[in-house]
C-alpha cells in the first residue's frame, strides 16, 4: 500500500469519526436528552447542546437585557439575562430563545 493510500485510509477513518460525532449531537438534541440539566443551566437546545461557547477565564461585568439588572460573570461568555429574568419569561439567558421548545415537542404537535 502507498503512503499516499495509507493517508487516505487514515483520512477517512476520521471523517467517519466526524461525522459520528456529528449524528451523535444531533440525536442529543433531537431528543433533549438533558432536559432536565440544561432547564437548570437556563439554555436553549440550541445553546446548550450546538453552541458550546469556549469562554475566556476573566471576570466580565454585564448588564441584563430585560431588567437592566449590573452582574459579574466567571468569564467572558457573558449572559443576556439575570437568572430571574430567565425564570420569569422561561426564555434562555444566553440568546433569549425560549428555553421550553425542544424538536421532539415540534414533532408530536
Ligand atoms: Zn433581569
Ligand atoms: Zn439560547
Not at 437546545?45 to 460573570?73: K, L, N, P
Amino acid at each position: 500500500m502507498s503512503q499516499n493510500d495509507h493517508d487516505a485510509r487514515y483520512a477517512t477513518k476520521i471523517m467517519k469519526s466526524t461525522v459520528g460525532d456529528f449524528l451523535a449531537s444531533a440525536r442529543q438534541v433531537a431528543e433533549d436528552a438533558d432536559r432536565v440539566a440544561r432547564f437548570k443551566s437556563r439554555q436553549c437546545v440550541a445553546c446548550y447542546y450546538v453552541r458550546r461557547v469556549c469562554a475566556g477565564q476573566s471576570f466580565t461585568g454585564w448588564i441584563c437585557q430585560e431588567c437592566d439588572v449590573v452582574g459579574e460573570h466567571p468569564d467572558t461568555a457573558v449572559p443576556k439575562l439575570c437568572n430571574a429574568c430567565s425564570d420569569k419569561r422561561k426564555r434562555c439567558v444566553r440568546c433569549m430563545a425560549s428555553i421550553r421548545w425542544c424538536p421532539a415537542d415540534e414533532a408530536s404537535r
